[in-house]
């Protein structure tokens, strides 16, 4: 293991680090990026193996973080300042650990009968969460397009918490080409359409959610087999117009999840 004690900002690698945080563009050309956290390290430890680099701050971590660096002795780690650190994290209040780590190609299953298409979700702890629904609700993999935010940033990861590792991710497709090719039912969920509880999702099956603000573009919603939606309480109700886009989502997979199960046990 090399242990390196960084003081300085101008330091290449911390600069580097930096940019892992603040560039999408260069997460994608390194094909790298940060993870804050124990349950992250662990999670990415458990499917990919060692990550690449350990980063410490100066002072004590949990008690978590002090046994998780002690597991990975071999990996390479820096120490820095607790003002450096706290420049690389994505939360105000760090366990005491983050990690370098290589992004993984995504690996397509060759036989889909359960995908998520989610289309310029901008916020990345959106797009966290709803990745970790898709990956605990069965999906088999998760379509981005090229508006979304990116899948491998240090917020979205933590939004996943560890969804990204288990669940293929391919981004940037588009969306149209995708919904053609694609050989099963596909649904968009809209503000309005046929009610998610009238559809049978037991058959090979593509999913499709939209943007915060302005959910699935016109396009798409012509280009899927069916736009459907939620039934609510107080149906019209301005204050009760939409449900936010990751928990839209969970119900959505959930059902998909619940009529699957059934017919498995029927």
Known sequence: ???????????????QLRKLVDQSRERKKTASSLLEG??????????????????????QS????????????????????TLMFAELTPVASSSGVMALVDIPEAVVPSTIDFALLIEDIQDPGN???????????????????????DAWSPKALRGGQGAQFVLPVVEGVNALSLVSAFGGQTLALTMQGDSLYQQNLREPL???????GAGISKALQSA???????????????ALESLNAAAATAVALFECQRQRLALSLA
């Open 38 to 59: 124990v349950h992250l390290i662990e999670a990415y430890w458990q499917v990919y193996g060692e990550p690449r680099l350990l980063i410490i701050p100066e002072g």
């Open 127 to 149: 797009l966290g969460s709803m990745l970790r629904t898709a990956a605990a609700a069965g999906v088999q993999i998760a379509y981005l397009t090229q508006g979304c935010t």
């Open 206 to 212: 593509l999913f499709a959610v939209g943007n915060e």
């Open 224 to 238: 899927v087999d069916t736009c459907i939606t939620i039934p609510m309480a107080h149906q019209g109700t301005l």
């Open 1 to 15: 293991m090399a242990f390196k004690h960084i003081t300085s900002r101008d330091n290449p690698v911390f600069k």
């Open 62 to 81: 949990s008690v978590e973080a002090t046994g998780l660096i002690q597991q990975l002795a071999d990996v390479d780690t820096m120490l820095l300042p």
